[in-house]
Every structure is written in structure tokens, then in C-alpha cells.
């Protein structure tokens, strides 16, 4: 199993939408956008960005065609065409969905661009519920402008690979015994990489961060704005770290809370991801094991419990829900994981432990489909497919079957109980090779970037948030004591830090190793 940069984070309830990208991303299902229109004419200007591409491209007029959204009068959305290849407008076009809400006009400073991560997840909803995930502060001074990146949410044309989610993620067996059953892991892995590459033929090799970060140089000249803030979260550290790369005269405050190692390998990322986890399970599991009340407490061995549990699972599956499939070790360990990204969601896993050890998978299968954006109707938005697709077409990469397996050793040395595979996960294997890999991150000319880190994250360890911090030229870390993923909002002082750094970034850049604890 490959981990997936983004998860709930739910820290306090005032900031509980940060990072709680399951309620968003259902909330993005219901939208529709009828109203919208699409945003055309009038040229702003051209960029040239760092690594030489010009784009003087009419991406729509200053002052866009915003149309009110809902209830909230302070929410417009509105649509871009942005081109599929910058460096040839001819092959076609994506339309950007985007969604603004408004500052307060006697006190606003700009706009900020802000996105949620993945890679996959739509961003929109980052603004429509602007009220809920940032301060006053924020929502004061800036038009906080989300966007569904090219490929993902509202936006046109969007990844999508399968409907079949149970097929793909939970009918393998994580440690086959057989020839054939090792066989049937690749054949799923090249089965889905197909799907993937013959459904999105004509936008797959145009979906990667740096036309993302392209993108937003083209919404900052259709805003008609000469310099632009921006504030990610998990993978949006890495969106944000590649445009203040491609356009650092064009940024004026960037904040990265959760961000990922941006020189690692396919492999060491995994690994590091991997081994935030296992941390961050045990600590899990330390917890469950002192705490009587602890629902899989197991007389203060929820370690062995657990250990004895998914050796069970692997042997003999249990029932889930009716027409669902069966809680095997895939899924329990999926499942696992999805409650590590906040420990709001640890008492959950507890209750699903224990009533797996009773014969009942259904709450175990309740937090794996909460990891894959079940909706409530069965079907499934089209985050992960498009998580995939980015994450392997931004990586030129590609090991080949043998090179998968050969990296178990030192998986299971990292994370022997949730990820217990013992074959390769082939997650880009039969994907194409990028034509336009994500470039190196430096930051050289932005400025001061602040990047925030949790000790206890689990998708973004602290030690990858650090590595981001190094490669910029002026990355400012500040480290944020939790045991959940993503910083902003977790206490005053990290909200604190962030705010006042957007409000005034020359004045209020923090000092590199801050601390919030």
C-alpha cells in the first residue's frame, strides 16, 4: 500500500476542514455549477518563469466573471481556461474551477491562493469554507482563492481511472504464498495503470505540479495582481515550493504546513512516509495498552492483540457489509492508517479493533472507505485516481517489477505492521514515463518561506518538513508539537505564527526553528 499525502486532521473544531478533506471533498460532490461562466478575454501580460518558459497566453481578463455562490455573500466562483501545455496552446485547454472568498474591502491586502494537498484533491472548497478552516486575520485581508487543480474536482477535463475501487484496493492478498498469487498483484497494479493511461490519454501528460504551479501564475495575472501569497497544506507544500521555484519574483508570502522531502526518491519518500506511520501507530498502540478505557485494550497488550489480530485477517478474512467485501489484511491495515492522521480518530480504530476481534469488520471497512472518499451513495470522488496518476506522471522514475520487490526488506524494517506486504507495491511501474517531471526545488528569490511541521505527523514526518525547509533558499521552519498532520490551528501560537506572517511577511517572517509547542 502507498500512502497518500493527505488525510483528516481534525485538530481543533474551529479548524476542524483543514486538513479533514473527507467532509470537503464530499461536500465538492454536491456542488454544481450551474451559473458559472466561463472566464474569457483580455490578456494580463506574460511570465517568464525559472526554467525558461514564456507564457504569454490570454488566460482570461482581469476581473473575473465571479458568480455568487450559496447562501454566503462573500463566495463567488467562477471558471479559467488555462492551456494543457504551456509551450504549445494548441493541444487543447483545461477550465480551472475556482471559488473565492471575499475580504473584508476597508482591510484587504490581496488575494492568497490556497490548497489542500494530495496531489487529487479539489481546492475550491478551501475558500466556500473559508469561514471554518482559517482565522479572521486571513479572512480579513485576502481573497482567499481555491482552485480545483487541472485534472481533480469541478474542474474540466478531470482524472478518472475507475469505478471499481474494491477490485483494485481490496481483493489482493498483501502476502501471497503462490507464483499465482504474486502474479495476480502485478496484473492488478499493469490493469490499473491501463485503465488510468487510456481513459486520460489526451490530459495525462499535461496533469503534473509544474503546469499546476503554471496555473497559478495564470490565475495571479487574471487577478491582475503583480505579486500574490499563498498558503498549502501536505502536498500543496510541494505545489507551493515548485511555483515559488518557477516564479519567485511573483511571491509575496508562501506558507507550507505538512510539507514532504522534495529531493527524496520514489522509494525514499515511501519509506519515510511509511516510517512516520509506524511511528505514530505505536504511539497509537503505547497509548491503547496504558489506557483501561481504551476499547482494544487487551489487558494492557493491545501490541500483541494487534499483531495476533491481523494474523487472523491474513489467514481468514471476516465479514464486512453486505455486498462489501470481506476485512482481509489489506484492508485492516489501510484502515489502520487512515486513523493515524489525527488521534481524534484513535478511539474510532479502538472500537473497530474490538469488534473485529468479535467476527465484525464492518467499522474497520468504515475507516478504510473513509481513506478511499466513500460517499454515502457508494460511489467514489476521483481524488485517489487522480493522487496517483500526478504523483507517478510528476516522477521519471520507474522501477521495474523486480527493483518493487527488492525494496520489501527494508519496508517491513521500517513498518513491519502496517505495511506488511511482501511483494512491491508497482505504484508507477506501468505508468508511462513523465515528460515533464516535477522540478527541483530551490525557492532561490521568493523570499522567506515559512514551512510548519508536527512532531507526530505521520504523512509528512517532521524530518521531510525539515528537508523542504533546507532546500529553499529562505525556508523558515517552525515546529508545531501534535501527534496529527498538518500545524495551523493545532494552538494560538502556531495559528499565530502563520497569520501574522500572511498579514506581514518582511515584518513578521518568523525566525527559522520556531517553536510551538
Known sequence: MTLRADGPSLGDMRRSLIAAVVVLTAFATSCTDSGVHNVTGGASGSTTSADGTTDDTTVGSS?????????????????????????????GTFDLYLARHLADPSMRIGSLLVNPGGPGFGGSDFAVSADAIYGQSILDHFDIIGWDPRGTG????????????????????????????????????????AECVKSNADIIDYIGTNNSA???????????????????????SELGAAWATLFPDTVRAAVLDGAA????????????????????????????????????????DAEGAF??????????????????????????????????????????????????????????????DMYYQRTADGSYSNELEAFQTIFCMDDSERLTVAEEDATVTDVLNVAPRLAPGTTGSYFCTFFPKSSDPRVAITGKGAGPILVMGTTGDPATPLSSTKAMAAALQDGRLVIVTANQHTGYGVNQCSSDVIEQYLVDPVKNAPKNGTECK
Open 63 to 91: 476581473g473575473f466573471d465571479w458568480t455568487p455562490s450559496g447562501d454566503n455573500d462573500r463566495v463567488e466562483t467562477g471558471y479559467l481556461q488555462v492551456p494543457r501545455d504551456y509551450s504549445d496552446p494548441s493541444k
Open 154 to 193: 469541478l474542474s474540466t477535463p478531470a482524472i478518472d481511472c475507475t469505478a471499481d475501487y474494491d477490485h483494485f484496493y481490496a481483493s489482493s492478498d498483501i502476502t501471497p504464498d503462490t507464483s499465482a498469487e504474486r502474479q495476480y498483484m502485478v496484473d492488478l497494479a499493469k490493469e490499473f495503470a
Open 214 to 236: 503554471r496555473d497559478m501564475d495564470a490565475i495571479r495575472r487574471a487577478l491582475g495582481e503583480d505579486t500574490i501569497s499563498y498558503f498549502g497544506f501536505s502536498y500543496g
Open 261 to 300: 522531502d522534495p529531493n527524496a526518491s520514489y522509494i525514499e519518500s515511501g519509506l519515510q512516509q511509511m516510517q512516520g506511520f509506524e511511528d505514530t501507530f505505536s504511539s497509537y498502540l503505547a497509548d491503547c495498552s496504558a489506557d483501561k478505557e481504551c476499547a482494544f485494550h487487551n489487558d494492557g
Open 307 to 368: 499483531d495476533a489480530l491481523m494474523k487472523q485477517l491474513d489467514t481468514k478474512p471476516i465479514p464486512s457489509a453486505e455486498g462489501r467485501p470481506d476485512v482481509n489484511l489489506q484492508v485492516a491495515v489501510t484502515a489502520a492508517s487512515q486513523a493515524m492522521y489525527s488521534d481524534s480518530l484513535w478511539p474510532i480504530l479502538s472500537d473497530a479493533l474490538a469488534s473485529a476481534q468479535k467476527g465484525d469488520g464492518s467499522g474497520l471497512l468504515n475507516l478504510y
